[in-house]
């Protein structure tokens, strides 16, 4: 049977674990890149249409509100794509570690 501690879910290197804190600090700056220029965009968008139309900073609150919506949905989309390959990696670590376990047990090691 195999292991169930918590060295299957570890990276076997410290290489490896160096690419997966990389890995990890890339999506997070990302995220905050995705947040702050939707922001912006929207934000943006809403003041120049706000010059045009000679409104008030109405059209500026919405669009930076709607940015902020947008850029939310951005991190959580990325965040749900992460967990669902932090689960895939960590099945196939679990896996390889079972297989090394099973032939160390048929050789009688």
């Given at each position: 049977m195999a292991p169930t501690t918590d060295a299957a879910a570890r990276p076997a290197t410290p290489r490896a674990h160096r690419r997966e804190l990389w890995r990890g600090l890339d999506h997070s700056f990302v995220?905050?890149?995705e947040l702050m220029s939707?922001?912006?965009l929207y934000g943006g968008?809403?003041?120049l249409l706000d010059r045009w139309l000679g409104t008030g900073p109405w059209l500026f609150g919405v669009g930076a509100l709607l940015g902020n919506a947008a850029?939310?949905?951005l991190i959580w989309v990325r965040s749900a794509g992460?967990?669902?390959a932090n689960r895939r990696d960590e099945e196939h670590r679990r896996?390889?570690?079972g297989a090394a376990g099973a032939q160390g047990a048929s050789r009688g090691d």
């Open positions: 995220m905050g890149l939707a922001v912006l968008a809403g003041y850029g939310l949905y992460m967990d669902a896996a390889d570690v």
